[in-house]
């Protein structure tokens, strides 16, 4: 398994365990919740029962003192209503809006009273209840702590959730920070070790070309060839952690030189050809841009098994001043599900393979290009079509014009 399926898989864990502790926190407070639904429905009813007693004893002294405890005492808020809803009294509601200001006159028409009946409407049924013979109706509501309860625990869920992504997202920046400080120590070291030996390489050609009069042979040429390229691939590693220099090119020219590298190094069954306005200039830096170019040409060239074809397509939008650079092969073609995590660092489809060029190639389109790469089309067994946008010279030359 490969490193990026691995990560993946754990954050998928994760994400599963985050969401079964979310579920069961909500399953044991709404249990509590039904608890205290059921305890203040009780505690109303029996409310209810004193209402209807307390009429028949108000006139005896021995019960008078303990009914207007109970009164007092008693949390819920509640509402009792004729039959024709006029309101006779109410419970537990916000004294200074039932009354009159500077008035001790109740408002049982206030607007208040009217919104406190329709949120008891709505919440539960009326409880019957009977006074001086006749029928009346007692509504009551949900108390401030139980509608609290029922609430805390998606707020709960959303504070962990802000907290675990704010936490994931620091750790990530820190964590990235610190590979990004290594991963450019590294290169920076390696292209000082490589300068030594690519120094020994173009004197020992220069001593075979003067010792054994290989001035024109064209193995000796072609070693040059690859000592140049190891030049270049030491000043990429030398300038990874700086800001490269964009510098106006025709892309044509910079692909076709590539190519005529490349294709004398790839396997003769596979074919390269290049199509497209020839005078598309565009923004870029060419040992980057090849660099660009290679892995795509490299993970074409895996892809392709026996005989098959590369070819490059540029064209220029005008309308939206961008240059596109179509790569396309007839290799065993990339999932529809995949094309995304083909950029991902680790992910590769080889044995033998780290899965960073086409991670690295979007870096280098993306971050020092302000440009785009994605997959444009790709249908297994035919063959993978990678898209490259970058800025024409047009936006180059109106932003300093």
């Not at 009294?89 to 206030?110: E, I």
């Not at 020219?253 to 005078?279: A, C, L, P």
């Not at 991902?344 to 489809?349: E, R, S, V």
């Not at 780290?354 to 067994?381: A, C, P």
């Amino acid at each position: 398994m490969n490193p990026y399926e691995k990560k993946r898989r754990w954050k998928i864990f994760l994400l599963v365990f985050a969401i079964l502790i979310g579920i069961a926190s909500v399953f044991y407070t709404n249990s509590f919740v039904k608890k205290m639904e059921r305890e203040e429905a009780n505690q109303f009813q029996l409310w209810v029962k004193v209402q209807e007693r307390s009429m028949l004893l108000m006139d005896n002294d021995t019960y008078k003192d303990i009914i207007e405890i109970i009164r007092k005492n008693t949390k819920i808020n509640s509402i009792v209503v004729n039959g024709d809803g006029t309101i006779l009294s109410w419970n537990g509601l916000d004294s200074t809006k039932t009354l009159y200001p500077g008035n001790d006159k109740l408002v049982y028409d206030s607007l208040y009273f009217v919104k406190q009946l329709r949120e008891m409407k709505a919440q539960h049924k009326p409880e019957a209840m009977t006074i001086f013979g006749q029928q009346k109706l007692a509504y009551y509501k949900d108390s401030l702590i139980l509608t609290q309860f029922r609430y805390f625990p998606y707020i709960q869920m959303g504070v962990i959730f802000l907290f675990l992504l704010i936490a994931y997202g620091a750790f990530s920046a820190s964590r990235r920070a610190e590979q990004d400080h290594v991963w450019v120590g590294l290169a920076k070291e390696t292209a000082h070790q490589l300068g030594t030996p690519i120094s020994s390489l173009m004197a020992w050609t220069e001593l075979m070309k003067s010792k054994f009069d290989a001035e024109d042979d064209p193995l000796i040429a072609e070693m040059e060839n690859d000592i140049k390229r190891l030049e270049i691939i030491t000043d990429r590693f030398s300038k990874i952690g700086s800001k490269p220099i964009l510098e106006d090119h025709v892309v044509y020219i910079v692909v076709s030189d590539f190519i005529r590298y490349f294709k004398v190094r790839t396997s003769d069954k596979v074919k390269f050809s290049i199509t497209g306005d020839e005078q598309v200039r565009a923004l870029i830096n060419v040992p980057l841009f090849d660099w660009v170019i290679e892995n795509l040409f490299k993970n074409a060239a895996n892809a392709i098994e026996n005989e098959g074809s590369i070819s490059i397509n540029i064209i220029e939008n005008l309308a939206k001043e961008q240059v596109i650079i179509d790569v396309t092969d007839s290799g065993k073609g990339i999932p529809r599900s995949k094309f995304d995590a083909v950029f991902q660092p680790g992910y590769t489809t080889r044995k033998r393979g780290w899965g960073l060029g086409l991670s690295l190639t979007k870096r280098i389109v993306e971050n020092y290009h302000n440009g785009e790469i994605f997959v444009k089309d790709s249908e297994l067994g035919k063959g993978t079509t990678f898209r490259i946008i970058l800025k024409s010279s047009l936006t180059y030359e109106a932003t300093t014009g």
